[in-house]
């Protein structure tokens, strides 16, 4: 069964702790990104990757951090320099850069 | 800098009340423009992708058409099932991402 996987569903944390935020994909697809949404707002790029061992800084990558060691993967870290931490965190990928984007079920984050 | 202004905010149709979303669009040579649904709580699904003027693509009671500066989401006869938020996103030749605008939150009353 192909698609996107995002894990955990939700997730807790104290003020000044770092989280990671899990992704993984089966879909064979090169690139993947990361995207912040708050309330009744569109979508905001964090990071993304073309490919393995490569990625670049989307529009409000202050305060996250990233890695793509294998294809299947890109964990996003949300650190503690990050402001406003608590949003709603969506994954996706596309077969190549300018293709449509698919999307996991997201990660809604909650810092106290 | 890429730029997607969607209008309305919000809709509300009763059942079967035909209408359209408004994608307004700036971009440096469009690449595509791509229309998402979002349920309430979950990621958005992919609906279509549009590359040129005068392009349309059509899925059930969905039918999108684009211009050289905004794009169309006609909804005919739309049932309380077609409630959702409606992004549209952007894409040029430069960009290695889409630019998404805040969309439309339509809401279908029977």
């Known amino acids: 069964d192909g698609g996107i996987t995002q894990s955990p569903k939700y997730l807790f944390r104290k003020e000044g702790q770092n989280v990671t935020l899990s992704c993984e994909q089966n879909l064979n697809h090169d690139a993947m990104y990361w995207y912040r949404q708050d309330p009744g707002q569109g979508l905001r790029l964090i990071y993304y990757?073309?490919?393995?061992?490569?990625?670049q800084k989307g529009d409000i990558a202050e305060g996250y951090s990233v890695s793509r060691e294998k294809k299947e993967s890109f964990p996003l870290t949300v650190t503690s320099a990050q402001k406003n931490p608590t949003a709603f965190y969506l994954c996706a990928t596309s077969g190549q850069v300018f293709n449509e984007q698919y999307f996991g079920p997201g990660t809604r984050l909650t810092v106290t | 800098e890429d730029q997607v202004t969607q209008s309305p905010e919000a809709l509300r149709l009763q059942e079967g009340e035909s209408s359209s979303l408004n994608c307004s669009y700036t971009?440096?040579?469009?690449?595509?423009l791509f229309w998402y649904r979002q349920d309430p709580g979950k990621g958005p699904e992919f609906l279509f992708t549009l590359y040129s003027a005068g392009e349309e693509k059509e899925k059930e009671r969905l039918k999108a058409t684009l211009t050289k500066k905004e794009s169309f989401l006609h909804i005919t006869a739309p049932k309380p099932e077609d409630s959702a938020t409606y992004l549209c996103?952007?894409?040029?030749?430069?960009?290695?991402?889409?630019?998404f605008g805040d969309g439309t939150t339509l809401t279908v009353k029977p």
């Open positions: 996103a952007v894409q040029s030749p430069n960009a290695g991402k889409s630019t």
């Open positions: 990757s073309q490919i393995v061992n490569d990625f």
């Open positions: 971009v440096s040579g469009l690449r595509g």
